[in-house]
């Protein structure tokens, strides 16, 4: 089995004149936790949109388990072919800040549908899954409601079980509280970290310090497209360099 999950080597992005991503490599591993973190604008969503191919890479090389996805070929970032994209997209899961649920599907709806559509489940074995991942997340009475009749935290925690029901070898999170306050955001943050327990491979781009600091194996600081610096939780926080140490510090405030 593949230990390296996803490797990352040299992306770039470029938006006309703006270079949001510069030079970005990583790597994670089987079980791993890794936040990002940064100010707004640094990078961190468009490196989550280009890793789950939401974005075309400009540069650089994205694998998945050993198996290349994009490459850089004279100059340019050449992808697969679409057969073996489509092959690689069921290695992630991608957990939006705004749910991005259908809101005329039913909660168990919205959980069966890609299992069924993409990946050809059976019914019966994608709705089992389904009630399954709602009990493990304390919605099984939510089951037959639709999305507007949820309160956010409920609606994140049905985005982050249809991530699930694909049963990905890596889960993405885009900023996962962003869209909820306080004691929603509490919820959710159980829920990732009970997927922590169980050694769930997670990308998380959040704005939660203290979250981070306790659930991270590594946190990864971005700033201005690129890397600023990486670490444990404890090198990051009490050995920070002057840039981080300064943004560490306005949350700390």
Same mark, same amino acid.
């Not at 922590?196 to 700033?223: G, K």
């Given at each position: !089995?593949?230990?390296?999950?996803?490797?990352?080597?040299? !992306?770039?992005?470029?938006?006309?004149?703006? +270079?949001?991503?510069?030079?970005?490599?990583?790597?994670?591993?089987?079980?791993?936790?890794?936040?990002?973190i940064g100010p707004s604008g640094s990078g961190k969503?468009?490196?989550?949109?280009?890793?789950?191919?939401?974005?075309? !890479?400009?540069?650089?090389?994205?694998?998945?388990?050993?198996?290349?996805?994009?490459?850089?070929?004279?100059?340019?970032?050449?992808? /697969?072919?679409?057969?073996?994209l489509k092959r690689i997209r069921k290695h992630y899961?991608?957990?939006?800040?705004?749910?991005?649920?259908?809101?005329?599907?039913?909660?168990?709806?919205?959980?069966?549908?890609?299992?069924?559509?993409?990946?050809?489940? &059976?019914?019966?074995?994608?709705?089992?899954?389904?009630?399954?991942?709602?009990?493990?997340?304390?919605?099984?009475?939510?089951?037959?409601?639709?999305?507007?009749?949820?309160?956010?935290?409920?609606?994140?925690?049905?985005?982050?079980?249809?991530?699930?029901?694909?049963?990905?070898?890596?889960?993405?999170?885009?900023? &996962?509280?962003?869209?909820?306050? &306080?004691?929603?955001?509490?919820?959710?943050?159980? +829920?990732?970290?009970?997927?922590?327990?169980?050694?769930?491979?997670?990308?998380?781009?959040?704005?939660? !310090?203290?979250?981070?600091?306790?659930?991270?194996?590594?946190?990864?600081?971005?700033?201005?497209?690129?890397?600023?610096?990486?670490?444990? &939780?404890?090198e990051i926080f009490t050995a920070p360099n002057a840039? /981080?140490?300064?943004?560490?510090?306005?949350?700390?405030?």
């Amino acid at each position: !089995m593949q230990d390296k999950v996803l490797k990352i080597s040299h !992306m770039k992005k470029i938006y006309g004149d703006l +270079v949001v991503l510069k030079d970005i490599s990583l790597a994670v591993h089987k079980g791993e936790v890794v936040s990002i973190i940064g100010p707004s604008g640094s990078g961190k969503s468009t490196l989550l949109r280009c890793a789950t191919m939401l974005e075309k !890479m400009d540069g650089g090389e994205l694998t998945y388990l050993g198996e290349r996805a994009a490459y850089e070929e004279s100059g340019k970032c050449v992808y /697969v072919p679409k057969a073996d994209l489509k092959r690689i997209r069921k290695h992630y899961g991608l957990v939006f800040q705004n749910f991005n649920l259908f809101p005329h599907y039913t909660v168990l709806k919205n959980i069966m549908d890609a299992p069924v559509s993409v990946d050809k489940v &059976p019914k019966a074995e994608a709705k089992e899954r389904a009630i399954s991942l709602l009990k493990q997340l304390g919605l099984e009475d939510k089951m037959d409601v639709y999305p507007h009749q949820l309160s956010g935290g409920q609606q994140q925690r049905v985005s982050i079980a249809r991530a699930l029901a694909l049963q990905p070898q890596i889960l993405f999170f885009d900023e &996962p509280t962003s869209a909820l306050d &306080p004691e929603l955001t509490g919820e959710v943050l159980k +829920v990732i970290r009970q997927l922590a327990e169980q050694h769930m491979t997670m990308i998380i781009v959040t704005h939660e !310090m203290q979250f981070a600091r306790e659930l991270s194996d590594r946190i990864i600081f971005m700033e201005q497209g690129i890397i600023q610096q990486q670490g444990t &939780p404890e090198e990051i926080f009490t050995a920070p360099n002057a840039r /981080v140490k300064e943004f560490i510090g306005k949350f700390a405030g």
